[in-house]
């Protein structure tokens, strides 16, 4: 998908299609860089709306450990505002930002609304559906890091996560996830045993206080 012309509101203004639709507007410094997210709500965009606390904690892990993006291919899964991706591409990553087929709009907005005015170091931030499981095929596995905050929440999702993963993986890729640990929802089994199923996993990050942890993966040379 392209992004849309600048002189253009990029967010759709007619909001009556919903009945409880608001839209809120927060500036981030992320990564060294100043970025502005809308954040839509009630458009049927479940949790895909929000900025979550994870990307903030993957951002400020990835800065606090100098993490080199500028030149690097990355992909993000489960989108959402685009936060993360959106950070790096302004760094001058060649990023990929996919989610499922109804965030796109607004993920594209986002991009748009936060181009440099000078003009993207690198290629200008790729917006594409993504359904783990079943359209990862089409994607390429040619890529330095998969980034992912606050996606593993949905344990009927989790074995196609990893199915995804291995694709996007399988050419040496490493991957950070960035997670608020929810009992209730099985978090930990994944971290636990879903990844390590075929990943080298190694927990980076911890914060005990607001129970998230930042994870590093890479697939294992025998599978």
């Not at 095929?137 to 890091?145: E, Y």
């Not at 996606?151 to 990893?162: A, N």
Request: charged fraction near 20%; hydrophobic fraction near 40%.
């Amino acid at each position: 998908m392209s992004c849309c012309e600048e002189e253009e509101d990029p967010f759709p203004a007619d909001h009556s299609l919903f009945t409880e639709t608001f839209s809120e507007e927060t500036v981030y410094r992320l990564l060294g860089e100043e970025l502005k997210i809308r954040q839509v709500f009630g458009a049927n965009l479940g949790v895909a709306a929000p900025v979550w606390e994870a990307a903030l904690y993957l951002c400020n892990y990835l800065e606090q450990q100098r993490v080199e993006l500028r030149g690097k291919r990355i992909i993000e899964l489960g989108a959402g505002t685009g936060v993360v991706g959106i950070a790096a591409a302004r760094l001058g990553a060649e990023v990929t930002l996919t989610d499922l087929p109804m965030a796109l709009s607004y993920l594209e907005a986002n991009v748009c609304i936060n181009k440099p005015s000078s003009g993207w170091l690198s290629t200008p931030p790729s917006v594409l559906p993504l359904s783990w499981g079943e359209d990862h095929i089409n994607f390429s596995s040619d890529w330095d890091l998969v980034l992912g905050a606050d996606i593993v929440y949905l344990p009927e999702t989790y074995p196609l996560l990893m199915e995804t993963l291995t694709h996007l993986c399988s050419k040496k890729a490493l991957v950070y996830l960035s997670s608020k640990i929810r009992e209730e929802h099985q978090t930990p089994i994944f971290y636990d045993e879903y990844l390590p199923s075929r990943f080298n996993v190694e927990l980076v990050h911890r914060d005990d206080n607001q129970n998230y942890s930042i994870y590093r993966a890479s697939l294992r040379t025998e599978q």
